[in-house]
């Protein structure tokens, strides 16, 4: 069985394919060379992506031969997950193995913003020694709203509540008991949160009902110099209004890692000081890339052997 590699994944992954007995071929240009890639993968029964190969219809016509769709990562968004379940092909992605990393790197750009340890750091590296310009705002006693009180979600809240903050969580979709788990308060409503809350940090998958539910309407509701990251997936907060937000001074700071359009260096976002980003480094650890690599080595073999996979 041959497997093509398309983007960076962990080498242990890499190992953990080829110990099973698959041909491997590693190639991380495929995942922007669109026409090679559409020539190529004809010769191959599985594919291994991230985020930036669109696995789409076009993609499967090609695919003559593809039986496994393999996402090291969490979720399928750049996986068409129609085309492939009318061609029988298996789609298989790595939910757990990079939580830890996305929560950690989701308060990483919380401190961050609030505190403008990037704009700092640039100004001292250019020979600058001034302390004014850079004061931020303490997290002890005031309000994080999480959006989506799922995996992610929940690891930042109790994280949070160790700095003192009092965290509040709009999930419509999960229990009480959930809630009461994780010590946060439950708000019914999205617009109670916005209204409450001194930092916002999103954490839901994008579908129709998230994409852009952070806009303009919510930004109007939030409080003067509300604080907002999203390290889930871009668009969430809809761009243009965070922009505009921005600029009209409502959002003090913005913590980004993740873009509506990416791989993307020309965004508006990248033109305003206060807004700090990173180009989808949520779950870029050791640790993390090292677990997805192996169980979606593991997951992608095992479907190549028609065993039990949890589908994605
Ligand atoms: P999860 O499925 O465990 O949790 C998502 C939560 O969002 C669920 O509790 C769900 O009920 C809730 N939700 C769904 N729709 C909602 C809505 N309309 N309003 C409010 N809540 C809603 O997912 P997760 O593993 O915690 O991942 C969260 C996000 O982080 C996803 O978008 C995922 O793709 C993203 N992620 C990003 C990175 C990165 O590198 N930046 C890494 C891993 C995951
Ligand atoms: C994920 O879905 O797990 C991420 O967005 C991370 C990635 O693609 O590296």
Redesign the pocket.
């Known amino acids: 069985m041959k497997v093509l590699v398309t983007e960076k994944i962990a080498d242990k992954g890499i190992e953990a394919l080829k110990n099973s007995g698959m041909e491997v071929d590693v190639d991380f240009q495929l995942c922007v060379e669109r026409e090679r890639l559409l020539d190529v993968i004809k010769n191959y029964d599985a594919i291994v992506v991230r ?1 930036v190969t669109k696995v789409n219809e076009e993609f499967y016509q090609h695919a003559t031969n593809l039986k496994v769709v393999g996402r090291a ?3 399928v ?1 750049n996986i068409e997950m129609e085309g492939a379940t009318k061609r029988g092909i298996i789609v298989v992605n790595t ?2 193995a ?2 830890v ?2 929560a950690e ?1 989701s308060i990483g750009l919380l401190i961050a913003s609030c505190r403008n340890i990037p704009q700092a750091n640039g100004f001292i590296k250019n020979r600058n020694w001034d302390r004014s310009g850079f004061k931020g705002v303490e997290l002890q006693g005031k309000t994080l709203g999480i ?8 690891l930042v809240a109790t994280r949070m509540q160790s700095f003192g903050m009092k965290v509040v969580a ?5 229990t009480e008991e ?1 809630f009461k788990k994780f010590g946060v308060e439950k708000k019914e409503k ?1 617009e109670d949160l916005v209204k409450e809350s001194d930092f916002i940090s ?6 129709e ?2 994409f852009g ?1 952070i806009g303009e309407k919510e930004f109007k509701l939030a409080k003067k110099g509300v604080r907002v990251v999203n ?3 871009g668009g ?1 907060i809809c761009e243009d209004a965070l922009v505009k937000a921005m600029k009209e001074g409502i959002v003090a700071s913005a913590g980004i ?2 873009l509506v359009d990416e791989p993307n260096t020309t965004s508006p976002l990248l033109d305003i000081d206060n807004v700090i980003i990173t180009p ?5 650890t050791v640790e993390a890339q090292d677990n997805v690599g192996v169980t979606i080595a593991h997951e992608v073999v095992s479907a190549l052997k028609g065993e039990m996979v949890p589908n994605a």
Do not use: F
Request: charged share 20%.
């Open positions: 985020s990562g969490n979720g968004d939910p757990e990079n939580t990393s996305a790197h959006v989506g009180l799922g995996r992610i979600g929940s709009y999930d419509p979709y999960i959930r999205l999103i954490h839901t998958p994008k579908t009902e998230t539910m390290c889930a997936r969430i890692d993740v989808h480094l949520g779950a870029d």
